[in-house]
């Protein structure tokens, strides 16, 4: 069994730890270390977002299910807010459109010219036939309806309504060509919006955007396509991820080698925010913070280290793999310049309101994203997108993200999205360990023993702001600009 094998499947017991960060300290950064302006803590308080946050210590188990709870959150949520619909990089040439489903609604991303992209909602408009029906298409001229042949140009436009003279005046009223949302591309992704009159992206992600354009994700490329129907609701799933407060328990491989109690958490207006987890750091549940321990170990390995020639104690791995990684001769085969020196080792979480968490390395990047079913209110789709940069022949991006061992890695195959279930969901041993806490939280919410309402500590305030962002919306103070 190699050092990988050996790091994945060990578990560890807990030991007493002191009290956790405040929600407004930072973590101490490691000396010599650079600091850019989007590594430093925002200024906001969760209180100051929220003034009324204490009332979201408990949330009542009716919000995780019912189909009118459903229909709230459609209309005064997913239709004001903007979205990740899916890559640019999917669509690169003009003609080129993918295909994004949100609950009952189904829409066309396509790259009308070479610095445009729209986005229309995928219905014909003659009686409604759905205009197209795989994930993605390339080198499109136009969109024609497969039912009576009606069909439009890359920008909407229709250009034909077959046998038209047979249609009376007032059939065909109105607007004919098809229903646009707004789009925007940013960082290699294509974002939509439902809303009339949005609020502008940049406001939306507000101080979040430099943060994420310190990736260059835009760089990146896909290397694992997931789409995982789950028997829970959309919430459920985004909270499993909301906090790092799980981690010990549904994670305990990580111990030796990730810190998941002492987190930076920061929160951003607008329902965004992020929890750095140290990485090359024993978690104070570990017992023992001064061996190099095999997940240590690995880690030292994989920045060119080699174990047991480290001279240094458990303390000092983190630091050393930061020093190692800024080498030219690094292992990745990558410029880590314009990182920070924590990028370099840790792990950076931020969540994007409503439904996207991402795990950021300069490596790669996991990106997740929750979408509510079209008619179950407690089933969902959780998508999970595996991102690398171009690396050294034999790397392969961070291990967790559940990349197999036969996939190809090099950007020169885009692989083909593949769609399972919880039962047997296929992300790797740390997404399925994820979905499976997915499947029973949504089943327990229902037991009369937990009498209708979940709790929330101070290391779950992700989840407590998640919600007081939604009643934003739900009570009509946020949405479309007056």
Not at 143 to 168: M, P, Q, Y
Not at 194 to 200: R, T
Not at 302 to 323: C, F, H, L, M, N
């Amino acid at each position: 069994m190699g050092i990988h094998e050996r790091f994945a499947a060990l578990r560890f017991n807990d030991r007493p730890i002191a009290a956790p960060l405040a929600d407004n300290e930072a973590l101490e950064l490691e000396p010599g270390a650079v600091t850019a302006a989007y590594e430093k803590k925002p200024p906001h308080r969760l209180a100051d977002l929220y003034p009324n946050i204490a009332q979201y210590r408990t949330v009542p188990t009716s919000r995780y299910f019912g189909q009118a709870e459903a229909a709230r959150e459609w209309e005064r949520l997913w239709t004001k807010t903007w979205l990740v619909a899916g890559r640019a990089s999917d669509i690169p040439n003009v003609g080129d459109w993918f295909r994004f489903d949100l609950g009952a609604e189904s829409f066309i991303i396509v790259r009308s010219a070479a610095d445009k992209v729209q986005a229309f909602y995928n219905t014909c408009k003659h009686r409604g036939n759905e205009l197209v029906n795989e994930d993605f298409g390339h080198g499109a001229t136009s969109f024609t309806c497969i039912v009576h042949s009606w069909r439009w140009d890359l920008k909407g436009r229709n250009v034909r309504v077959t046998d038209r003279e047979t249609f009376a005046p007032e059939a065909l009223c109105g607007d004919l060509n098809l229903t646009p949302v707004h789009a925007h591309e940013w960082g290699g992704f294509v974002f939509i919006n439902m809303a009339e009159n949005p609020v502008s992206f940049e406001e939306f992600y507000g101080p979040l955007l430099p943060m994420l354009a310190s990736y260059r994700m835009e760089e990146m490329y896909v290397v694992k396509d997931l789409s995982i129907e789950v028997p829970a609701n959309w919430k459920t799933v985004v909270n499993v991820f909301n906090e790092g407060y799980h981690a010990h328990a549904t994670h305990p491989q990580i111990k030796p080698s990730v810190d998941d109690y002492f987190i930076q958490a920061d929160f951003y207006p607008n329902g965004h925010n992020r929890n750095l987890f140290p990485v090359g750091v024993v978690s104070p549940r570990w017992p023992d913070d001064v061996s190099v321990n095999e997940g240590l170990a690995y880690f030292l390995q994989e920045a060119g280290i080699d174990p047991a020639s480290y001279a240094g104690d458990a303390k000092g791995v983190r630091r050393a793999i930061q020093k190692a990684k800024r080498r030219a001769s690094n292992p990745f085969g990558i410029s880590y310049d314009g990182f920070t020196d924590n990028q370099l080792t840790d792990d950076w979480n931020p969540s994007l309101f409503p439904n996207v968490t991402l795990n950021m390395h300069p490596e790669g990047v996991l990106f997740m994203r929750m979408r509510p079913h079209p008619t179950d209110p407690e089933r969902a789709f959780y998508d999970a997108m595996v991102l690398s940069r171009r690396l050294a022949d034999g790397v392969r991006p961070p291990a967790y993200m559940g990349v197999e061992p036969d996939v190809d890695v090099t950007g020169s195959t885009r692989p083909a999205r593949q769609r399972t279930t919880s039962e047997d969901p296929r992300g790797g041993d740390v997404i399925d360990q994820d979905v499976a806490n997915m499947v029973t939280l949504q089943k327990g919410m229902h037991s009369r023993g937990l009498g209708g309402v979940i709790r929330l500590s101070e290391q779950e305030k992700r989840i407590q702001q998640f919600f007081a962002e939604i009643d934003l919306y739900l009570n009509g103070t946020k949405g479309e600009r007056a």
